[in-house]
């Protein structure tokens, strides 16, 4: 059963505007991590974003916060002030459990940025 | 700080040529080491975790082995590639189950 869900294959933005790319997950463990990774044409991953499944604040990390909706299962992205910069790939990823290694990774969502 | 590094970059490799990857992690100790397979276009998969020096769990059966012969290294193998082993490998490195780093990636054509 497929445990993340990003169902926007490609996302234009218009530079300076905000943009969310959206995420639903489905665990029945109470105790979840998620994730969101951004990878740029040259392929690296790049972290983002954390938000537990215990925490009770959105997550934020300058432009990116994360909109954490639990009963809903969501973990949206926003990126606020979007920059040419951001056009890329964005994975949303869980790891289920408290003892667990396994990170599962999203389809990812393209996201362009136009001038 | 911590870097982690991979290479080859880029390989080009021949139906049934044996393959090895390399990724070492540089600036922290005992670090949980990670491969992962991305087809093009698609998602990230988990092939092999390594939690310590010879400790490996698979997530795949699958044409490829994985090793850890020292504390921040981490070897994908392979000994007869197969077309469908093409992909962009990633390594990454976490501390415990904390959020995982990932290295530069290779991009390995098989033909």
């Known amino acids: 059963a497929q445990k993340i869900t990003q169902t926007q294959p490609g996302m234009f933005v218009q530079e300076k505007e905000a943009v969310t790319l959206d995420c639903t997950y489905d665990?029945?463990?109470?105790?979840?991590?998620l994730f969101w990774y951004k990878q740029p044409s040259s392929g690296e991953m790049i972290f983002l974003i954390y938000q537990g499944s215990y925490d009770q604040q959105n997550a934020t990390e300058g432009r990116y916060s994360l909109n954490f909706q639990k009963a809903r299962k969501s973990a949206n992205l926003v990126i606020s002030a979007s920059q040419l910069g951001d056009s890329a790939m964005y994975f949303c990823a869980m790891r289920e459990g408290a003892g667990g290694f396994k990170t599962i990774f999203g389809a990812g969502t393209r996201l362009f940025v136009k001038a | 700080s911590q870097t982690i590094h991979q290479w080859p970059a880029t390989l080009v490799q021949p139906v049934g040529s044996p393959l090895s990857l390399e990724c070492t992690v540089e600036?922290?100790?005992?670090?949980?080491l990670y491969w992962y397979r991305q087809a093009a276009g698609r998602g990230l998969q988990l092939l092999f975790y390594?939690?310590?020096?010879?400790?490996i769990s698979s997530e795949v059966p699958q044409n490829l082995s994985a090793s850890r012969p020292q504390d921040r290294q981490f070897i994908l193998s392979s000994k007869k590639l197969l077309l469908s082993d093409s992909g962009f490998y990633l390594c990454?490195?976490?501390?415990?189950?904390?959020?995982?780093?990932f290295g530069p990636g290779t991009r390995l054509t098989v033909l």
């Open positions: 600036g922290t100790s005992n670090p949980n």
């Open positions: 665990t029945s463990d109470p105790s979840y991590g």
């Open positions: 390594s939690v310590g020096i010879g400790q």
């Open positions: 990454a490195w976490s501390i415990l189950r904390d959020t995982q780093y």
